[in-house]
């Protein structure tokens, strides 16, 4: 072989074996560094821990929202418990004051508050629509019998507002809770539905007769009244004589009932917003208590 040839053999050997020992270091490289990643499969790595970070921060947001929820309906609860808790104790309070007829000055003071709220959130209306589509249900599910003596009774003082002290007991507040416009409220509420309630029967062919606390001598200026607030077509109006004026209204209203009875009426149901009209002797089949928040009866 020549010189010429024999150089380029040794260079061609030495080449080889530096191509080698490169090898050798790489691979050492590659297994030195754990795993080789193709810059696809770094691409689908970093989008799943990508993903994966997402995910966690929604479920922590989540989290942080239902945590802020269930402490929102706890405080509400506790907000909303202490009012509850007045409106019973003056539910009680309402109903043992009408059955032993105290005075309206002995009503706790956070009961006058309470009224006043009673009627400013609109359960008043509420509950009067609720009794009066009662009373109208049980009314249209019956009719009057051909014997002529079938009679409803309605309290009419809920219209002429007999007890002036109970809605003065509230009016006289100062007006700080705007109770002046809370009584205007209640009673043209009442004297809406009361009115609604009383045409319906009418239309229905039930005799209605309406009883008073009032004394005889301020029947025309009643009747006057009745008329003006669109009272028609009663069978008759029931006031109190002299001889009646120093009688327990519950008696007294005992005494208008017996005497019909006597005279062969048959009292289909009696309806008013106080108890001394639904309570005592000869009530007839059925009784009809209206909510009333000048007696603080919820």
Same mark, same amino acid.
């Given at each position: 072989?020549?010189?010429?040839?024999? %150089?380029?053999?040794q260079?061609?050997?030495?080449?080889?074996? =530096? @191509?080698?020992? @490169?090898?050798?270091?790489?691979?050492?490289?590659?297994?030195?560094? /754990?795993?080789? *990643?193709?810059?696809?499969?770094s691409?689908?790595?970093?989008?799943a821990?990508?993903?994966?970070g997402?995910?966690l921060?929604? #479920?922590?947001?989540?989290?942080?929202?239902?945590? %802020? =929820?269930?402490?929102?309906r706890?405080?509400?609860?506790?907000?909303i418990?202490?009012?509850?808790?007045?409106?019973?104790?003056? %539910?009680?309070?309402?109903?043992?004051?009408?059955?032993n007829?105290?005075e309206?000055? +002995?009503?706790?003071?956070?009961?006058?508050?309470?009224? #006043?709220q009673?009627?400013?959130?609109?359960?008043?209306?509420?509950?009067?629509?609720?009794?009066?589509? *009662?009373?109208?249900?049980?009314?249209?599910?019956?009719?009057?019998? $051909?014997?002529?003596?079938?009679?409803?009774? *309605?309290?009419?003082?809920?219209?002429?507002?007999?007890?002036?002290?109970?809605?003065?007991?509230?009016?006289?507040?100062?007006?700080?809770?705007?109770?002046?416009?809370?009584?205007?409220?209640?009673?043209?509420?009442?004297?809406?539905?009361?009115? $609604?309630?009383?045409?319906?029967? +009418?239309?229905?062919?039930?005799?209605?007769?309406?009883l008073? $606390?009032?004394?005889?001598? %301020?029947?025309?200026?009643?009747?006057?009244?009745?008329?003006?607030? /669109?009272? $028609?077509?009663?069978?008759?109006?029931?006031?109190?004589?002299?001889d009646?004026?120093?009688?327990?209204?519950?008696?007294?209203?005992?005494?208008?009932?017996?005497?019909?009875?006597?005279?062969?009426?048959?009292?289909? /149901?009696t309806?008013? =917003?106080?108890?001394?009209?639904?309570?005592?002797t000869?009530?007839?089949?059925?009784?009809?208590?209206?909510?009333?928040?000048?007696?603080y009866?919820?």
């Open positions: 072989m020549s010189a010429y040839g024999h %150089q380029m053999e260079q061609y050997s030495a080449h080889s074996l =530096s @191509s080698r020992g @490169s090898g050798r270091r790489q691979s050492s490289y590659v297994m030195d560094s /754990g795993f080789y *990643m193709s810059s696809f499969a691409t689908i790595f970093i989008g821990l990508v993903t994966v997402v995910i921060i929604t #479920l922590l947001i989540a989290l942080t929202v239902m945590l %802020q =929820s269930c402490q929102s706890s405080h509400g609860v506790i907000e418990e202490k009012p509850s808790y007045d409106y019973n104790y003056c %539910q009680i309070v309402s109903l043992h004051v009408e059955l007829k105290v309206a000055d +002995h009503f706790p003071s956070i009961c006058r508050v309470v009224a #006043l009673y009627i400013k959130e609109g359960q008043y209306a509420r509950d009067l629509n609720s009794t009066m589509w *009662m009373i109208q249900n049980y009314f249209s599910s019956i009719t009057p019998k $051909r014997d002529g003596v079938d009679v409803v009774l *309605m309290d009419i003082d809920d219209i002429l507002s007999s007890n002036p002290q109970y809605i003065k007991l509230l009016a006289d507040q100062d007006d700080q809770y705007g109770s002046r416009d809370c009584v205007e409220e209640a009673k043209q509420l009442k004297h809406v539905f009361i009115l $609604r309630l009383y045409m319906k029967l +009418h239309a229905s062919r039930w005799p209605l007769i309406l008073s $606390r009032k004394p005889e001598t %301020q029947r025309n200026s009643s009747i006057d009244y009745l008329i003006s607030a /669109g009272f $028609r077509a009663w069978s008759s109006l029931i006031m109190r004589f002299e009646d004026l120093q009688m327990d209204s519950c008696d007294y209203f005992s005494k208008q009932r017996a005497a019909m009875q006597r005279k062969g009426l048959r009292i289909i /149901g309806i008013s =917003s106080h108890m001394d009209a639904l309570t005592g000869s009530l007839g089949e059925r009784i009809f208590k209206l909510p009333n928040p000048i007696y009866s919820f």
